[in-house]
C-alpha cells in the first residue's frame, strides 16, 4: 500500500474510486441507521406486544380467579344449606325419636308393673356401668400391650 497522499496529487481514477469508496460509506452509514431503526422499532413492537399479551393473560387470570372466586362461594353456600337441611333432619329425628320412646314408655308403663319396670331398669343401669368399666379395663389393657410391643 502507498501512503495516503493529498488528494490534489492523486490522479483523476485514484480520485473516482476513493469518491466511490466515500460513497459507497455514506450509504452503508445511511442503510445502517435505517437498520438500527427499524431495530429499534421491532424492538419497540415486539415490547409493546408483550405487555399487551401480559396485560391480556393478567386479565384472563384474574378473570378465571373471579369465576373460581364464585363457584366456591357458590359451593359453600351449597355447603351450608345442606349442612341446616341435615341438622333440621337430625333435629326431626331426634324428636321423632323421643316421641316415639315416650309412646313407648307410656304403653309399656300399663303393661308392666312399677316394681318389675324398676328391676329392669335398675338392671339397664347396672349393665351401662359394667360396659363402661369394661370398656376402660380395655383401653388400659391395649395401652399395656403397646407399651409391651414397643420395648421388643
Given amino acids: 500500500l502507498r501512503p495516503l497522499r493529498n488528494t490534489e496529487q ?4 485514484e480520485n473516482e474510486i476513493i469518491a466511490e469508496l466515500q460513497t459507497t460509506i455514506s450509504s452503508l452509514k445511511e442503510e445502517i ?8 422499532r421491532r424492538l419497540q ?13 393478567i386479565r ?3 378473570r378465571a380467579i373471579k369465576v373460581l372466586q364464585d363457584e366456591l362461594e357458590t359451593r359453600s353456600n351449597q355447603v ?9 333432619k337430625e333435629l326431626e329425628s331426634q324428636e321423632q325419636i323421643t ?3 315416650q309412646e313407648y ?8 308393673p312399677a316394681s318389675l319396670r324398676q328391676e329392669l331398669e ?12 369394661l370398656q376402660k379395663r380395655a383401653s388400659i389393657l391395649q395401652e399395656e400391650l403397646m407399651t409391651y410391643q414397643g420395648r421388643r
Fill in 60 to 62: 384472563d387470570n384474574d
Fill in 45 to 57: 413492537d415486539l415490547t409493546q406486544k408483550f405487555e399487551d399479551e401480559k396485560k391480556q393473560l
Fill in 99 to 101: 316421641y316415639v320412646r
Fill in 122 to 133: 335398675d338392671t339397664i343401669s347396672s349393665l351401662k356401668s359394667q360396659v363402661n368399666f
Fill in 10 to 13: 492523486l490522479d483523476p481514477k
Fill in 105 to 112: 314408655e307410656t304403653k309399656f308403663k300399663g303393661l308392666m
Fill in 80 to 88: 351450608r344449606s345442606v349442612e341446616k337441611k341435615l341438622q333440621h
Fill in 33 to 40: 441507521t435505517q437498520q438500527q431503526l427499524a431495530a429499534e
